[in-house]
């Protein structure tokens, strides 16, 4: 594109738009008084400003809910690792709202037009997924919309949501599965935040003038970080531009996962999700500290059901693990306080203790 060629899509337009911002930010003096060059990107339209005391008496409409608590209003991110069930997961969400039912088992939703763009599967999967979930005899509403070929978004594919979108009156929820294959192609000498931080404004900005909420799906890190949200494949510019992160979390082979849920009007909250196989469907367990009973854990509770108590080393032998582990374990858990630790260093169940002798948490202070 030449210098005096202007982008020909509303995207390209906003994404354009954007870049040119970020770089007219960073190109201005510094304060310390170096000289820097500034952009001479003239300002597309006047700027609004107004003054606190009449934002204090304005009427402004509460923000609206795809999914009451995880998906709001405007550009929202679910990350995680490859193969966790994250597909599975919005094609739940968009079944869901769809037909106005209830998501992840427990969370009512207002029923809306949904477009899912699925552009990792084939019409013969997505067919055989939806089965799967609804169940025998069940039909998904004629209010889901699905594509599994959709342009990139520098070419025409945020135009042809917003398209859609205008075409469909009681639009709820467009999910994008994946962000890697809408995204525009990458240029090897493009700065990533800026670039990032664009693509997102740009499906951001198509989701606020309509007032819909917009979810992609996207990868994390293959190195876990304390910061959830750190873990999001890409840049900070990705995650800086979404009004609503959200992260999964899953162990191979485990069907519970965790949800960390954050964003600007959001609560941030992490959820507890335990997958039913039979159906693939994701199930809202709570809060996730109340859902942190593992298999493993579980096994080893079921161990003192008859109120018994038992040494680190009983537990080891009933459950034919070795090493510090078991003792970690047992460690964590009566810091959880789903066991005690008696006065000979033995285990038992908070509501049932040892006869012979008191159970005590070393964990809890009677005197505070």
Sequence with gaps: MSGTQQPRSLADRVRQQVVNECRGRRASPSRNGNAVTKSSSAPSSPVETFNAADLMTMQLPEPRWAVDGILPEGLSILAGKPKLGKS?????????????????????????????????????????????????????????????NWTHLDRGGGDAIAEWIETHADARLIAIDTWGRF????????????????DGAVVKAIADKHGV???????????????????????VGLTGACDGVLVMRRERG????????????????????SFAKDHCLWQLMGEAEDYRVSKERAEILALFADGKSLSPSQVEALTGRRGDSVRRLLSRMARDGQLLTTERGRYCLPSQPDSEEEAVNPFIDDDV
Aim: charged share 25%; proline share 3%.
């Design 254 to 273: 485990q069907h519970d996962a965790t949800l960390m849920v954050t964003g600007r009007d959001v609560d941030e909250a992490e959820l507890g999700l």
């Design 88 to 148: 599975w997961l919005v094609l739940h969400l968009a079944l869901a709202v769809s037909a106005g039912g209830v998501a992840l088992g427990k969370i009512g939703v207002e029923g809306g037009a949904v477009l899912y763009i699925s552009l990792e599967d084939t019409k013969r999967r997505l067919q055989s997924r939806i089965r799967k979930l609804l169940g025998p005899g069940e039909q998904p509403s004629p209010r889901l919309h699905l594509a599994h």
């Design 213 to 235: 909420s917009i979810v992609i799906v996207h990868h994390c890190r293959k190195l876990a970080a304390a910061d959830a949200v750190e873990e999001v494949a890409g840049s």
């Design 183 to 198: 995204r525009p192609i990458r240029s090897g000498k493009a700065d990533g935040y800026d670039v990032d931080y664009a």
